[in-house]
């Protein structure tokens, strides 16, 4: 299975703006982008000139790095929005969110979408009752996603459990922290939708 496996906070650091990549450390005075606010490479500080084309892929690499998808796969969910009726870019960024890994990372059961994917593949997560370890699935709406019963006890879980409530959950989402189960009251909206990705400027790099 591809993945990326380089340094996430070159990542931010490409974007310049935090990605939240790296759970907790993203949040302290650690952050690397708090160090160096400028893209990584020794043509870091330059400023190269800002072209149409330019801002169009800087906004399709920072919506793949927020979620973690490569290239291909990325492509793939652009031919599914462009599907869709609608709006192309809304129909992006919403099935962006419907991701498994996605899922269990925005109701604060993950640090970040990482962990969550790393939770996904080692079996610990259910939706429906049965055990779904491929962090791209798409949940539906009345789906319910809960953590396995033999895991609870893991730390993660346990920290998690915690934890629960101090992140703000997204609205589509309802959270039972007691048994570590989320609810998918609804498929997500865009004004439910918080990254930071003006999706039209996508839009218009693909449609070249």
């Known amino acids: 299975m591809a993945r990326y496996t380089g340094a ?13 990549l790296k759970g907790s450390k993203c949040e302290g ?8 606010p400028y893209p990584p490479g020794e043509h870091g500080r330059g400023r190269p000139k800002e072209t149409e084309y330019l801002l169009q892929l800087r906004e399709k690499q920072k919506a793949k790095r927020i979620y973690g998808v490569l290239e291909r796969q ?13 709006k192309t870019g809304e129909n992006l960024l919403r099935l962006l969110e419907r991701r498994l890994d996605n899922v269990v990372y ?8 990482d ?11 259910r939706v429906n009752g049965k055990k779904v370890n491929i962090p791209s699935f798409l949940v539906s709406e009345a789906d319910i996603v809960d953590v396995k019963s033999k895991s609870l006890e893991m730390t993660p879980f346990q920290v998690a459990k915690a934890e629960v409530g101090e992140r703000q959950v997204p609205a589509w989402l309802g959270i039972d922290g007691e048994k570590m189960r989320i609810l998918v009251h609804a498929l997500p909206v865009r004004q439910q939708i918080d990254a930071p990705v003006q999706e039209q400027l996508i839009v218009e790099l693909y449609s070249k």
Do not use: T, W
């Not at 925005?106 to 979408?113: C, D, E, I, L, V």
């Not at 962990?115 to 997560?125: F, V, Y």
């Open 8 to 20: 996430d906070c070159k990542l931010c650091r490409r974007e310049k703006m935090k990605l939240f």
């Open 29 to 36: 005075p650690k952050c690397p982008i708090e160090i160096r």
């Open 115 to 125: 962990m969550a994917r790393q939770l996904i593949r080692h079996g610990h997560i």
């Open 106 to 113: 925005r109701a604060g059961f993950a640090k970040s979408r």
């Open 74 to 86: 990325f492509s793939n969910y652009y031919v599914e929005a462009n599907r869709q009726g609608g």
